[in-house]
Each structure stands twice: as C-alpha cells, then as structure tokens.
C-alpha cells in the first residue's frame, strides 16, 4: 500500500476506485509536459506572457509535469494577521513565507504587494512571484464582503513578478464592479507579460439555503454555482482558475425554489454531466474552464486536525477529475517548517504518482 493510500484511509477505495466519470476524460484537455504550446502557443498572449507561464511549469519540485503547486499567504489581510499567525508568528515576516515555498518545492509564491515587494531583490529570481492585486480588508466595521485593489499591475511588474492573482466574489452586490475592474487589471497584465490567475469566489448570504429538517446547506461550494464562476473567470482571459473544491451541487436548483427566478438551468446539467462523486463535481468545473483548456487548481483549505489526509485527498480529487493541482496555504504555513514542507510534499506527491491516474 503505498503512502497515499494509507493518507485515504476508507477514502481510498472511493476516490482512487472511481472510473466511470460522466464527461469523458477524453473529451478534456489534460496537463501534461507540453501544456504551454499545446494550449497557449496560438492565444493573444504575447511571448512575455507564454515565458512566464513557461516559468511557472518549470519551477519546484512538479517541474515538466504539466502540474502546480503553489503556496499563498494573503491571509494576513484577508482573514487578519493574528487570526492567521498566531499559531506560527515567524510568518509575520515575508521572507519566510518565500523560504517555505522554496524549500517546498512549490512552483510559486502568491502573497501581498507588501510581503512580496519588500524580499524582491533577493527572491523574485529564484521562484515566480504571484502577486494579489485586490484583498477584502476586513476592517471596515461591520465587515462587508468587497475586493478592492491594493496596487498597480506596473508594481507587480517592476518588482519581477511572474503572475498576478485577483478574487472576485461571484453573485456579490459588488461583483460587477470587480469583474469590470478585473477584467481591466489582467487585459494590463497581459501586455506587461504577466500571468493571470483568479480566485473564482461565490458571495451571497442567499446561497445559504434552509432545508425543511432546518437543517441548511452551503452552495458556495456547489459545483453548479461555482462551475459558472469559473466559466466567468475564463471569459475575462484568467490563464488559471482557483476554485474551492466543490461539495454539493444543485445551487441553482434550491435558489429557484419557492417560485423566484435565479439564473438559468437544464436538467442535464445535473443528470448527464455531473455526479455526487466528487471527481464528478470536480470535473464539471474544469468543463466550464472551456473543457479544461484554463487549468483549474482548487483550494487546500483550513488548517485542522487531519491536514495531511484531507491534502492527499483534495490533490487525488483535482488530479483523476483532470484538475491542475493544488494552491495550499494555511495547512503549510501554521505549522513548524518541517511540517509544512512535508504537507508540500505529499501534495506534490500524488501529482508524481504515475499509478494514481485520470478517471
């Protein structure tokens, strides 16, 4: 049994076992070692863009695999600096956080134009930087859910970055001023030659639906819901997706409930394309990422009791559905170095099994 399997536990069979997924893999463009000039050499980015992307596939330890791994420490704004490094205060200071990532063997660094811009001339050489451009500052009384941008595309590009991330919160009041300014931001950081990459965020309290046992179900992560994130995401030119892994589906079902009118919906959305396998549900949001054209890698998550196995088995979840790999920070980065390079590492791992293939 090897290592992986053992990290599954009773979820090996289930996740590693599932073979007859409902889109096809072959009807999927997959990672692989020539993904820059299978799918980017004939697109409108310019050279600079495809180098940086090149970068990227050749950094760490997944380098020439087709497949990423990437550290991001925008927590410090996003859910507050104590809230997110009291359990390891050496991450207060950048340079650490770069360190974690190199010696990770991630294929990039994604944090804030503060933590990245003050370690630059040491670092920004020696592994792709991901610059965050918008944040939800969370300080405003009371909290409001709103990315606003941080910073401009030419400080990114100044200080050597490689990419640029952004967030926009899908099905938010705000969402359409984010798309707009987005949309602006990565058209700009496609002429400085910089890579785009968007978190593909779902915020609305109305997607917290009350069952009738009054109990409630999340669909922020619905596969549906955030599989239209996605297929948002794509259209304004984002070069990689960042999505939460999905948990449920039919968001847009329960939301037309009652007799309201939310979105629009086909029932084969549901019968013919999609499970309640989580493979399943994966693949539905790489099929909106143009059948997997814009590469989806999903979200580690919150760090817990279990890190490791839930790790192994979100990277066995995004690589058989046909993902790109894993963007993983607070189960790394909250705990001693040596703990979070080795939750790296068994990350990366399930990427460079062989046996553990595309269902």
Not at 23 to 32: C, D, F, M, T, V
Request: aromatic share 8%.
């Amino acid at each position: 049994m090897s290592n992986i399997e053992q990290l599954l536990g009773d979820k090996a069979e289930y996740l590693l076992g599932f073979n007859t997924p409902k889109i096809a893999k072959e009807q999927l463009h997959l990672p692989g070692p020539d993904w820059v000039d299978r799918m980017f050499i004939n697109s409108d980015r310019n050279n600079r863009v495809l180098g940086n992307l090149a970068w990227l596939y050749q950094q760490g330890r997944l380098a020439g695999t087709g497949y990423l791994s990437i550290l991001p420490v925008d927590q410090g704004i996003e859910h507050s600096g104590g809230a997110s490094f009291a359990k390891n205060p050496a991450y207060f200071d950048p340079e650490n956080i770069v360190q974690l990532a190199i010696e990770g063997g991630c294929n990039a660094v994604a944090s804030t134009f503060g933590a990245l811009g003050i370690v630059a001339r040491q670092y920004a050489h020696r592994i792709p930087f991901m610059v965050k451009i918008n944040h939800n500052e969370l300080l405003t009384f009371p909290n409001k859910a709103d990315q606003i941008l941080f910073g401009t595309i030419k400080q990114a590009a100044d200080m050597g970055a490689a990419a640029v991330g952004a967030t926009i919160y899908f099905g938010s009041p705000e969402s359409g001023r984010q798309i707009v300014e987005v949309a602006q931001q990565f058209a700009l950081a496609h002429e400085f030659g910089l890579v785009t990459v968007l978190w593909c965020y779902l915020r609305n309290n109305a997607f917290k639906v009350k069952n009738a046992d009054d109990t409630s179900t999340d669909y922020h992560v619905s596969s549906d819901l955030t599989g239209q994130a996605n297929h948002l995401g794509v259209t304004i030119q984002a070069d990689i997706i960042k999505q939460k892994l999905p948990e449920n589906n039919g968001g847009f079902r329960a939301l037309n409930m009652g007799g309201s009118s939310y979105g629009k919906l086909d029932a084969r959305m549901y019968n013919d394309l999609n499970s309640d396998h989580p493979i399943d549900l994966t693949r539905y949001q790489i099929a909106n990422n143009y059948l997997g054209r814009i590469g989806l890698i999903n979200s580690g998550g919150a760090s817990g009791q279990n890190d490791l196995s839930e790790a192994a088995a979100t990277a066995v979840i995004n690589k058989r559905a046909g993902g790109m790999g894993l963007i993983s920070g607070r189960k790394a980065f909250q705990k001693p170095l040596a703990d979070g390079v080795a939750l790296l590492n068994t990350i990366q791992d399930v990427y460079l099994d062989a046996s553990i293939t595309i269902a």
